[in-house]
């Protein structure tokens, strides 16, 4: 009986740990790579989902954090702190417990989805919500960082960026070979920079005989990438992506050039539509920010930007049950029945 150990543990020898690096670990990554019929059949492509909801506290950060956090505990940290849109903090408060650790959280005021507040709640993280947006929360953060004893836990540290690498690891490995294009959603482009290394250092070892182009996709009123400038107030009903200044920004645009990608808008309309066609024609709950890269994919095919036969991976990044609210808003009420079969059969439609 044997089970995934965890990104650390399956891929320590591309990795910065050594033998006396404290592993803390949740037996994050070795997540699902899900065919996608129905985006296959619209693209004339061989799509993939890479469901990143699948890890413990539900989402890509734990390949992240559990870098983030057995390095701080090798050097001796009592106390881990992050600015986040909500998953960032989820998982800082997760790996915080299990190396008995103190965690404090910046999260932006009344802008992050209910269950990820009740992650943090639940396991016992400091939160303060912020009177600003993620980019104040992170400045607040970094500061905080410098003139306390408190590490900082968020994608600016680079070994978040090494353990989120693995999820491109992951995919060769599965595939045999790298993807022809890689979509993801991008809001402080920690992400599409880890994927970008990792396949870069897969294929310069041989791993893979070529490297994917790199596209990414902003919320429309949150693409400052997209803009070229900062986006000081940004919005979109996508929290997990509302960001207005990515700390990885210069990476990013690295991606994109040396991949030939490109980065994109999605508007909130189209995300919310991808994010009910994942849930009601694939059957892969996400959340919002997460459709953003199924959103981009279905917008970049009806501009004929996507060659059929091509191979794609989508990473969906979160779940679902994170932020219910936009599953329930807008659906119709479930009708109320009496214990009795012929009516609970006619209300179905199988009488
Ligand atoms: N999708 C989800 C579900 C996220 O939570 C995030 C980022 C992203 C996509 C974008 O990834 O920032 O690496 O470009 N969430 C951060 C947080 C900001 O605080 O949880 P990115």
Redesign the pocket.
């Known amino acids: 009986t044997h089970q995934w150990r965890g990104i650390i543990e399956e891929y320590r020898d591309r990795l910065p740990v050594t033998d006396t690096t404290p592993v803390v670990t949740l037996r994050e990554g070795g997540t699902p790579l899900v065919p996608a019929q129905v985006l296959s059949e619209r693209t004339g492509c061989e799509v993939h989902l890479k469901v990143e909801g699948a890890n413990p506290t539900g989402?890509?950060?734990d390949r992240g954090m559990t870098m983030a956090i057995s390095k701080a505990k090798e050097e001796g940290a009592r106390a881990v702190i992050?600015?986040?849109?909500?998953?960032?903090?989820a998982s800082a408060a997760a790996y915080a417990v299990r190396a008995g650790m103190v965690s404090a959280v910046l999260v932006p005021q009344g802008k992050i989805a209910l269950g990820k507040m009740g992650q943090a709640l639940v396991h016992g993280a400091k939160i303060l919500q912020v009177d600003g947006n993620?980019d104040d929360c992170l400045t607040l953060a970094r500061s905080l960082s410098e003139n306390y004893p408190v590490a900082l836990v968020n994608?600016v540290n680079p070994v978040r960026i090494e353990g989120q690498k693995t999820a491109a690891f992951e995919i060769v490995d599965m595939l045999g070979d790298a993807p022809d294009i890689h979509v993801?959603?991008?809001?402080?482009?920690?992400?599409?920079?880890?994927y970008w290394k990792g396949y870069t250092e897969y294929a310069a070892d041989a791993m893979s005989t070529h490297r994917p182009r790199m596209w990414g996709f902003q919320a429309s009123g949150s693409a400052p990438l997209v803009r070229g400038e900062v986006v000081k107030d940004p919005s979109t009903i996508a929290t997990?992506?509302r960001?207005g200044n990515?700390a990885?920004w210069d990476y990013a645009i690295a991606a994109r050039d040396e991949s030939g990608g490109f980065i994109d808008e999605v508007t909130d309309r189209e995300i919310l539509r991808a994010y009910r066609l994942l849930a009601a024609q694939e059957g892969v709950f996400v959340?919002p920010?997460?459709a953003?890269s199924v959103a981009g994919l279905l917008k970049a095919a009806e501009q004929g930007k996507v060659d059929p036969g091509q191979r794609i991976v989508c990473t969906v990044?979160?779940n679902g049950l994170k932020d219910p609210d936009w599953a329930v808003a807008g659906a119709p009420q479930p009708v109320t029945v009496p214990v009795d079969a012929a009516a609970a059969a006619e209300r179905l439609g199988l009488a």
Not at 82 to 89: D, Y
Not at 184 to 194: D, K, R
């Open positions: 989402s890509f950060k992050c600015a986040s849109t909500g998953n960032t903090s993620f994608s993801l959603p991008v809001g402080n482009a920690g992400n599409i920079t880890a997990a992506i960001i990515p990885s959340e920010a997460s953003a990044t979160g």
